[in-house]
């Protein structure tokens, strides 16, 4: 396939302030639009995003706010749960952390409830973290402190896996709800048996460090990782294998990938950019930028 050149943004969508982290919920809203949260310096916004490729009448891309939450901190991850829904009854639940090396669980019904519960356990930075994704009644998370911990809805850490380096990236897939995978900067990616809390499965990506990895919800024998100084995150949908860089000191380079050639099918520059998340179903992904939101639409 040969290489496009680099190409602009599909769609962008305006915000107040540098946006640290940008996730589009993997679960469905109940409704036909899907929901997306960005953070940045002391704020998560939760919104809605409809686009073009889902409703004719849509022109481009369209986002809509529902709440815009107080964050004490930069948010550095955010994760979603799947009990978010806003049918029938509005339901937001997400968690976050921050370089205090605290989790915060927020829960909202848009309107007068919202709560904040704050876990503490982690010593060292928190690089990543994930809801259980069928109930949404456990959250994991890793960090520099060589653990990966297992979280109740009260904040109570009810499984802590020792690593062999720190933790970069954790993922829990709806089809393998007592498996974890967690990926160390070493190189190692190991599947970890939630009953026996032992690695039932180990691969060694050869390079490190390992700076990212996911694993595919749509099918279970699919991961991908980036390692090396040059990518920074990474994020699987399929056959599409998308990555960002820092090329420069000014921007950042969005590579993706078809898995069945070794040439990258686009390229998308972003000045300063950061975060990576696909959509639920269309071939879209977004990364957060200085005061916006920019998406790419691959092919269909």
Request: net charge negative; hydrophobic share 35%; proline share 5%.
């Amino acid at each position: 396939m040969q290489e496009d050149s680099s190409r602009s943004p599909s769609y962008t969508v305006a915000c107040e302030d540098y946006v640290h982290v940008v996730e589009f919920s993997p679960f469905t809203s109940g409704t036909p639009v899907s929901l997306l949260a960005y953070g940045g310096n002391q704020y998560v916004v939760v919104g809605t995003c409809l686009f073009q490729e889902e409703d004719m009448e849509v022109e481009g891309a369209e986002f809509t706010v529902l709440r815009a939450f107080h964050h004490e901190l930069r948010v550095d991850t955010l994760a979603w749960s799947p009990e978010s829904r806003l049918d029938p009854s509005p339901t937001i639940r997400f968690c976050t952390a921050a370089a205090d090396r605290k989790l915060r669980l927020l829960s909202s019904d848009l309107q007068d409830r919202h709560e904040v519960k704050v876990m503490e356990g982690h010593t060292s930075y928190i690089n990543h973290l994930v809801f259980e994704p069928t109930q949404g009644r456990q959250i994991a998370s890793v960090s520099d402190d060589h653990t990966c911990r297992v979280w109740d809805l009260d904040g109570c850490e009810t499984t802590t896996l020792r690593l062999r380096s720190p933790g970069i990236s954790v993922c829990w897939h709806p089809e393998e709800v007592f498996k974890l995978m967690v990926a160390e900067k070493k190189g190692t990616i190991r599947f970890y048996d939630l009953v026996t809390q032992q690695a039932i499965l180990s691969l060694d990506c050869g390079l490190s460090p390992l700076m990212s990895a996911d694993w595919c919800l749509t099918n279970t024998i699919k991961v991908g990782a980036v390692a090396g100084n040059d990518c920074i995150d990474a994020a699987s949908n399929e056959n599409l294998f998308a990555t960002t860089g820092c090329p420069g000191k000014i921007s950042s380079q969005l590579l993706i990938h078809h898995l069945g050639h070794p040439q990258p099918m686009m390229i998308g520059s972003i000045p300063v950019g950061s975060g990576l998340s696909w959509h639920r179903t269309l071939p879209l992904c977004v990364i957060g930028g200085d005061r916006k939101l920019c998406f790419w639409m691959t092919e269909m």
